[in-house]
């Protein structure tokens, strides 16, 4: 059978089953049982329903696997009778112990953004494309704008869903013991990604790029590709470039010849800069006056200080829902574009 008979009975079908979801039923036969989907989102899930479904398996077992996990967090942690971000002992224990666990939810949640805009994302328009399906969608009863709007919408809508499912979950495993987790860093070692609002927005942005991406290449093998290098391009970007830009730094300042930083940062807070500083507040680098005659040197220009910049845990909500808006609204300029190119251009 030839490709295009078959983009052909794909295209019948579709439109048939869209529009007999508006025919009457004969007089006399029984009502038909109302299902769920019916029409064109019935066809666009029929489309995709073995990904869609494997998504939703996914995020019953994750979810699961995170509450059971939590069980034993809380049981260690109500053992030992400490609050989380106690002693060292503590945490040499907790890492000892949890360290291989969290670092394999970290990385299945951070990697989760990319893989759904690699296998669904990107196939999304690039599959219709290269099977001619999507012309012969477009030029049945079914407009092109429903059709645009059906075959984004509810694929979107079941990854966000099931994102959120999952970010949630484990936000509330990582939540009791964060300070404890990859030592208290939430922001460069996985728990900004993954966690919160963060996961939901990059799992939309990627996905919206992958659409995008298919679109322009018109094949799935090269859209996926070209996904997923764009992908890990994103992800550089974003971390050594966006996320610590995303709050203000605050500081505290310490005698230079004191014990360091530790017993002046609030719990939970994340070390990012040091430097030192006159009795005035004038920074220097940390490295002014190092080797040498380094006493002289401090006297001379007056230094007296060191200066440690930090982000506060308290900060992580906000930080977190400024990017994930960010993200929101790159992504609805990505479907806003490739709206206007399907309704521009011949597909």
Not at 117 to 128: D, K, M, N, Q, T
Not at 174 to 188: E, I, K, M, R, T
Not at 221 to 233: E, I, L, N, Q, R
Request: contains cysteine; aromatic residues 10%.
């Amino acid at each position: 059978m030839s490709r295009n008979s078959t983009a052909g009975r794909a295209g019948t079908t579709t439109a048939a089953a869209a529009a007999a979801d508006s025919a009457p039923a004969p007089a006399g036969t029984p009502a038909p049982r109302r299902a769920l989907l019916r029409g064109l989102p019935w066809v666009v899930w029929r489309r995709h329903r073995t990904l869609l479904r494997i998504g939703l398996l996914v995020t019953l077992a994750g979810c699961a696997l995170f509450a059971y996990q939590r069980i034993g967090v809380l049981d260690f942690l109500h053992g030992k009778g400490s609050a989380p971000g106690g002693d060292g002992r503590l945490l040499d224990e907790f890492q000892s112990r949890f360290t291989p666990m969290f670092n394999r939810d970290l990385q299945f949640m951070e990697s989760l953004p990319l893989l759904v805009g690699v296998f669904l994302g990107a196939p999304l328009i690039a599959g219709e494309r290269e099977h001619n399906t999507i012309r012969l969608v477009t030029t049945q009863s079914v407009s092109r704008g429903r059709w645009i709007a059906v075959a984004f919408g509810l694929p979107l809508a079941v990854a966000a869903v099931c994102t959120a499912l999952l970010s949630a979950a484990f936000t509330w495993l990582w939540s009791p013991a964060h300070n404890l987790v990859v030592g208290g860093d939430w922001l460069q070692s996985g728990p900004f990604d993954a966690t919160g609002p963060v996961p939901v927005a990059k799992t939309l942005f990627l996905a919206a790029c992958g659409i995008a991406l298919g679109l322009l290449t018109k094949r799935v093998v090269p859209a996926m590709a070209a996904t997923a290098v764009f992908g890990f391009v994103f992800s550089v970007v974003w971390s050594e470039q966006v996320r610590d830009r995303l709050g203000t730094l605050r500081s505290v300042s310490y005698p230079y010849d004191g014990d360091g930083p530790h017993p002046y940062l609030p719990l939970g807070s994340v070390r990012i800069d040091d430097w030192v500083s006159t009795a005035d507040g004038k920074l220097y680098g940390f490295g002014t006056c190092v080797g040498g005659d380094s006493e002289a040197c401090r006297a001379r220009l007056g230094i007296v200080n060191r200066v440690t910049q930090y982000f506060d845990f308290g900060q992580l909500p906000g930080m977190q829902w400024l990017g994930a808006g960010i993200l929101l609204a790159l992504t609805a300029a990505v479907l806003a574009l490739v709206v206007w190119r399907t309704h521009r251009r011949p597909l």
